[in-house]
T-cell receptor, first 116, second 113 residues
Framework: AQKITQTQPGMFVQEKEAVTLDCTYD???????LFWYKQPSSGEMIFLIY??????QNATEGRYSLNFQKARKSANLVISASQLGDSAMYFC?????????????FGPGTSLSVIP | DTAVSQTPKYLVTQMGNDKSIKCEQN?????MYWYKQDSKKFLKIMFS???????INETVPNRFSPKSPDKAHLNLHINSLELGDSAVYFC????????????FGNGTRLTVT
């Protein structure tokens, strides 16, 4: 069963507007971490933002914020004031602890295109 | 100062050959990983090592053999390469706590012809 779902394979946004990228997850753990990564066309993986399952406030990092709704098991990424350089693949990921080790699994990604 | 470096960046080889990808991290992290990204961009974990000990092996064919000589290095050796092995392979490292992000290398694009 897919643990991370990103229902938007592709998204378009006008430059300077805000965009929300959806992510839902499935876990039975109480303690877990949620991450968002950006992969531009050059291929590198760039860490953007982190949200812990026990964090009461939504995480923010510059133009990135995470809309965390624990009961709904969703962790949507909000990018404000989109820039052309935001065009990239965006991956939601979750770290959960299984017995004595942890692993990070990724969603299928959303391709974001920023239109001038 | 590259935090996670992997070599080579590109690897083109024929079916049946054996090849290796090397990875080194200078972040002092205890855990290192190999991920495979397929043509649809899906990232799948293959292996993780914690302080040189294999922790995760995600039902990867045994043609793939990771080796960690020390906690700063995690190499991937692939025997008898197949067409389906063509992908981008990412090395990553992190600390062990749940809030630590993965730090990725720049990836190795493997093409099997």
């Amino acid at each position: 069963a897919q643990k991370i779902t990103q229902t938007q394979p592709g998204m378009f946004v006008q430059e300077k507007e805000a965009v929300t990228l959806d992510c839902t997850y499935d876990t039975s753990d109480q303690s877990y971490g949620l991450f968002w990564y950006k992969q531009p066309s050059s291929g590198e993986m760039i860490f953007l933002i982190y949200q812990g399952s026990y964090d009461e406030q939504n995480a923010t990092e510059g133009r990135y914020s995470l809309n965390f709704q624990k009961a709904r098991k969703s962790a949507n990424l909000v990018i404000s004031a989109s820039q052309l350089g935001d065009s990239a693949m965006y991956f939601c990921a979750m770290r959960e602890r299984e017995t004595s080790y942890d692993k990070v699994i990724f969603g299928p990604g959303t391709s974001l295109s920023v239109i001038p | 100062d590259t935090a996670v470096s992997q070599t080579p960046k590109y690897l083109v080889t024929q079916m049946g050959n054996d090849k290796s990808i090397k990875c080194e991290q200078n972040l002092g992290h205890d855990t290192m990983y190999w991920y495979k990204q397929d043509s649809k961009k899906f990232l799948k974990i293959m292996f993780s090592y914690n302080n040189k000990e294999l922790i995760i092996n995600e039902t990867v064919p045994n043609r793939f053999s990771p080796k960690s000589p020390d906690k700063a290095h995690l190499n991937l050796h692939i025997n008898s390469l197949e067409l389906g092995d063509s992908a981008v392979y990412f090395c990553a490292s992190s600390q062990g706590d749940i809030g630590s992000p993965l730090h990725f290398g720049n990836g190795t694009r493997l093409t099997v012809t």
